[in-house]
């Protein structure tokens, strides 16, 4: 029904900067919820952004605001997550997802990308 495809992940050097995209195809509706969430080895999946394709307020967890930003093109189908100042401890697989829900800091979304790997060195 919907198809999300994340890209751009890598290897960095701690204080570099990253961009990863998100594209999606099939059914898109506007009211969805956009997410972006991370997930380390033996840590549950965590919220990082989240936005709408219908516009609103952009969210954003303690631990990246003033770092991240997320930004949508919707004639594209694609957001993305400008990451800035990463550190160490932003070391995760990446993902990005979709919900027609409100609640978008839950980590249960009803589709899902297949995630990008982000190493920030030391």
């Known amino acids: 029904q919907v198809q999300l495809v994340e890209s751009g992940g890598g290897l960095v050097q701690a204080g570099g900067s990253l961009r990863l995209s998100c594209a999606a195809s099939?059914?898109?509706?506007?009211?969805?919820?956009m997410g972006w969430f991370r997930q380390a080895p033996g840590k549950e999946r965590e919220f990082v952004a989240a936005t709408w394709w219908s516009g609103g307020r952009t969210y954003y967890a303690d631990s990246v605001k003033g770092r991240f930003t997320m930004l949508r093109d919707n004639a594209k189908n694609t957001v993305y997550l400008q990451m800035n100042s990463l550190k160490p401890e932003d070391t995760a697989v990446y993902y990005c997802?979709?919900?027609?829900?409100?609640?978008?800091?839950?980590?249960?979304?009803?589709?899902w990308g297949q995630g990008t790997q982000v190493t920030v060195s030391s």
């Open positions: 997802g979709a919900d027609p829900k409100d609640a978008y800091y839950s980590p249960r979304y009803d589709y």
């Open positions: 099939g059914r898109t509706f506007s009211n969805y919820a």
